[in-house]
């Protein structure tokens, strides 16, 4: 099994571009989260999901769209990149509520300049 | 927000010694969690421990939860090279919220 894999592992975006996160997971996970990670914050929640089709507000959502068209798909989406938003992106999956174990994947190091 | 506040922020120690860290949180929990993180890495869960337990053990891992002093400590004893990374503890509150604190960065020198 692979896991969690994210697309792209970096990238580099200009204020303003857009851009689109991919997250796949194979372990049949109901639950999927975004998480970005910046120095000295911890993880903060941006968006999660409890099933396909559902997306649900975590804690610093503004700036971005999330989706869930498949199982095993989580898509995070920037619409209008801002260097606030350079960090560490991680998706993560777990097999029932929130609360329980969550698998990680490797994250994307995203620089808005 | 953090409710978790791990403590050291960092640590070096010598291989073959015995790492200890401490997570101390505000409100109540339902489950306590650790997780590694390697350099360039995501996160790696290391252990889950409930509200009603005091003691858990996993390998060279051992982790306490004092729900009395809202706070909980991972010991890895016999540390190695690989051992070196940062460490998170996770609290998960009654509403099934998980929420991770800053991390303790620890270095196991050769």
Not at chain 1, 40 to 62: F, N, Q, W
Not at chain 2, 3 to 18: K, R, T
Request: with cysteine.
């Amino acid at each position: 099994n692979a896991g969690v894999t994210q697309t792209p592992k970096f990238r580099v975006l200009k204020t303003g571009q857009s851009m689109t996160l991919l997250c796949a997971q194979d372990m049949n996970h109901e639950y999927m989260y975004w998480y970005r990670q910046d120095p000295g914050m911890g993880l903060r929640l941006i968006h999660y999901s409890v099933g396909e089709g559902t997306t649900a507000k975590g804690e610093v959502p503004d700036g971005y769209n999330v989706s869930r068209l498949k199982k095993q798909n989580f898509l995070l989406g920037l619409e209008s990149a801002a260097p606030s938003q350079t960090s560490v992106y991680f998706c993560a999956s777990s097999y029932l509520r929130r609360d329980y174990e969550q698998y990680f994947g490797p994250g994307t190091r995203l620089t808005v300049t | 927000s953090q409710q978790g506040e791990e403590d050291p922020q960092a640590l070096s120690i010598q291989e073959g010694e015995n790492a200890t860290m401490n997570c101390s949180y505000k409100t109540s929990i339902n489950n306590l969690q650790w997780y590694r993180q390697n350099s360039g890495r995501g996160l790696v869960h290391l252990i889950l421990i409930r509200s009603n337990e005091r003691e858990k053990h996993s390998g060279r891992l051992r982790v306490t939860l004092d729900t009395s002093k809202k706070s909980s400590s991972l010991l890895i004893t016999a540390s190695r090279a690989a051992d070196t990374a940062s460490y998170f503890c996770a609290t998960a509150s009654n509403d099934y919220k998980l929420s991770f604190g800053a991390g303790t960065t620890v270095t196991v020198r050769a």
